[in-house]
């Protein structure tokens, strides 16, 4: 329904730059995570979407309109804050039917909407308790249900899952995501859980130090990390950085460093010599006789669906992901192998990637 | 084995509370049960001018209560002054408290200007009122005849119908800004999310007030209002300055009845016995008050 367009966004706390100019242009319909980690700035940008804050500089648009100085309330947006915000004299219907009774619907209809919130969220029988009477998780899906009435154009989530047990956690992902679905509004949606990113996300906009690393699908952000913060931050266990340089192995370009040796594609200019930081995921790693990279194992940890080796390679570790019925044990000398398609490559200077 | 010793000397010295309480008895004591059981005693006797001593009465004093026009009329005047005293002092404090609570330049040093009425002594306050309502020269008197509120000349602490207004005046002066400190406080201690929530949700300035901070404000309103308003209820320094209780007993509040009736008349025994019923008057109403708004000490 709507765009969210932000030009050279800019926000300064006192002598803190929180936000260093961001651009970028969230399409109707798209729900879109803020990912990054703590403090870098999700908050606060959220915060400027809704006009809960003023930037230093630069524009916001929603649905092409430049919002600047339009009221919160004239925004069209509803927002899911970070520990609930709840109106703590008011019982649950009430938090949740406020923003009708402010635009003065009928009692019939107020009740119709909040009812039918109350009823996909699983509160209805909580309706008549106060927030301090609820659990977090409760908590969380009142202010949840106090998004979903209103029929906003965009929908902004500050980590509203962030204080949930892992289980209720994954269930109210899908629950979020259908909605959205369902209501084909727009939505940004904070964490800084990547599992999270992953899982709900059309569009992933990564951030850092209050900027932008990458802007990307899931599988794009994964496959192809633009840099080597992206590649670190994407993917559990996190990707192994070796460093090394690139050589010419019989024409053909190869990634050398102590006791590693991997074959290149032949996309990679071989320019002999030149430094390099070389990304290998754990999960595309495998053990084989012929691979090129050799190590000790020193831990073999057991997750139940798979295992988590521990290599020493040279003087770093190294994880690698293997199926449970692989036969290893700690001491043992192992050797991993890599589909060179996998290799993601780094500048050893700028981190930008290379291949 | 010195240092065990040493420990449980201590413990049996400190760990009583006795000790540490004993102070606080002992001012409790002389200065708040003595007095009451005093005035309970006294209350069944009367000093005889005559005899030049006290003589028992019974009841008599109690009995007086209930045949008394002066005290009806003394516990209207205290009733009137402390509804309307109260009513505006929270309305005007809330008020205040909201503009002041917003950071503008200089708000500050109104803040600080506040606390200014606090310092001075109700009896000097009562005493610059009475200059300020003089009939030829005050200020007050002056500013209201401008505006047309009041005839040229008119002394308005001896007008029957201007004179409760006139006291009424000073006590909202001096007291309104000890609202706005609580409620000052109040605000500020207020989280800030529920109103962005309700920035977000559209809702206008009386309606988040209403809705929102006014129930959050609940439990710092009704200690405000218990706090002041068993002070109210004692009100004499500025009737005893200002007016004397007249014209008539259009000012004679409760505590200056029972004043006269000890210092000036001295009836000792009828004077404790109106003291004896302004306390359980303040009592009950205290407690009722608590008890209906939730207040926990
Ligand atoms: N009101 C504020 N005053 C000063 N600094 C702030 C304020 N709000 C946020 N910051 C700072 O801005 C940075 C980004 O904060 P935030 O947007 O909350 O991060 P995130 O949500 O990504 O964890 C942090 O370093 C934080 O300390
Ligand atoms: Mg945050």
Same mark, same amino acid.
């Given at each position: ?33 803020? @990912? ?23 524009? *916001? ?18 927002? +899911? ?20 009774? +402010?635009?003065? #619907? ?42 979903? +009435? ?22 109210? =992902? ?7 679905? =369902? ?13 999270? $990113? ?6 992933? *906009? ?16 994964? !496959? ?23 050589? $010419? ?7 050398? $460093? ?51 080796? %521990?290599?020493? *390679? ?24 890599? !589909?060179?398609?996998?290799? %993601?490559?780094?500048?050893? /200077?700028?981190?930008?990637? /290379?291949? | ?11 049996? #010295?400190?760990? %009583? ?47 007086? @209560?209930?045949? !008394? ?33 917003? !950071? ?26 009475? @200059? ?6 005050? *200020? ?47 605000? =500020? ?30 439990? /710092? ?17 500025? &009737?005893? &300055? ?15 009845? $029972? ?36 207040? =926990?000490?």
């Amino acid at each position: 329904m709507a765009t969210v367009e932000y030009r050279n966004i800019v926000k300064n706390f006192g002598a803190v730059e929180v936000l260093r100019g961001l651009s970028f242009q969230i399409e109707p319909e798209t729900f879109t995570v803020l @990912l990054g980690p703590s403090g870098c700035g999700k908050t606060t940008l959220l915060r400027l979407t809704a006009g809960l804050e003023i930037m230093t500089s630069g524009d *916001v648009l929603i649905a092409g309109e430049r919002v600047n100085d339009v009221h919160p309330r004239d925004r069209d947006i509803a927002m +899911v804050f970070q520990n609930y915000a709840l109106y703590p004299a008011m019982k649950v219907f009430d938090n949740i039917a406020f923003s009708l009774q +402010v635009r003065k #619907l009928s009692p019939d209809e107020i009740r119709r909407r909040v009812g039918e919130a109350a009823a996909t969220l699983n509160i209805t029988d909580y309706l008549d308790r106060y927030p301090k009477e609820l659990s977090g998780g409760q908590r969380q899906r009142v202010a949840m249900g106090r998004a979903m +009435v209103r029929d906003a154009t965009v929908f902004l989530f500050d980590e509203p899952l962030s204080n949930l047990d892992a289980k209720l956690r994954a269930h109210m =992902r899908v629950e979020i995501r259908q909605l959205h679905d =369902r209501l084909g509004s727009t939505s940004i949606y904070v964490t800084h859980d990547q599992i999270e $990113a992953m899982t709900m996300a059309d569009e992933i *906009v990564l951030m850092h130090d209050g900027e932008i690393e990458q802007i990307g699908t899931p599988d794009e952000v994964y !496959d192809r990390p633009a840099n080597r913060f992206v590649a670190d931050f994407i993917g559990t266990p996190s990707m192994n950085f070796l460093s090394g340089e690139v050589v $010419a192995d019989n024409g053909s370009p190869a990634f050398r $460093a102590e006791n590693v040796q991997v074959s290149l594609p032949d996309s990679v200019p071989a320019t002999s010599g030149r430094k390099i930081t070389c990304g290998l995921r754990p999960a595309d790693l495998s053990l084989s006789e012929t691979g090129s990279i050799n190590g000790k194992l020193i831990l073999a940890e057991k997750t139940g669906a798979d295992i988590h080796l %521990h290599v020493a *390679v040279g003087d770093r570790n190294i994880v690698a992901v293997v199926p449970r019925s692989a036969n290893v044990a700690a001491g043992q000398t192992v050797r991993l192998a890599i !589909d060179p398609a996998k290799v %993601h490559l780094f500048d050893a /200077v700028t981190q930008h990637r /290379v291949n | 084995m010195a240092v065990a010793n040493l420990t449980r000397r201590r413990s049996a #010295l400190f760990d %009583h509370p006795l000790p540490w309480l004993l102070p606080l008895i002992a001012i409790l004591a002389l200065l708040a049960i003595f007095p009451l059981f005093y005035s309970i005693w006294l209350s069944f006797y009367e000093w005889s001018t005559f005899n030049r001593q006290l003589e028992f009465v019974g009841w008599r004093n109690w009995a007086t @209560l209930f045949d !008394d026009d002066r005290l009806s009329a003394s516990l209207i005047v205290t009733f009137s002054y402390f509804a309307i005293a109260l009513s505006f002092e929270l309305v005007l404090g809330m008020g205040l408290a909201l503009l002041l609570d917003a !950071d503008h330049r200089g708000f500050g040093f109104l803040r600080g200007a506040l606390t200014l009425t606090l310092v001075i002594p109700p009896a000097v306050a009562g005493m610059m009122f009475l @200059l300020m309502e003089d009939a030829e020269f005050g *200020v007050i008197t002056y500013v209201l005849q401008t505006i047309g509120l009041i005839d040229r000349g008119t002394p308005i602490l001896a007008t029957p119908s201007l004179a409760l207004a006139g006291v009424l005046l000073v006590e909202i002066w001096q007291w309104t800004p000890f609202m706005v400190l609580i409620f000052m406080a109040g605000l =500020r201690s207020l989280p800030t999310e529920p109103f962005e929530a309700a920035l977000i949700d559209g809702a206008s300035w009386w309606m988040t007030f209403r809705r929102i901070t006014l129930p959050m404000m609940g439990k /710092v309103i009704a200690i405000a209002v218990l706090i002041r308003g068993i002070d109210l209820f004692r009100v004499f320094d500025y &009737v005893f &300055v200002m007016t004397s209780g007249g014209p008539g007993t259009r000012t004679f509040s409760l505590s200056l009845y $029972a004043w006269q009736q000890t210092f000036s008349f001295v009836k000792w025994g009828y004077g404790a016995t109106l003291s004896l019923v302004t306390l359980a008057i303040v009592l009950v109403i205290a407690n009722l008050f608590i008890w209906l708004t939730k207040v =926990r000490w």
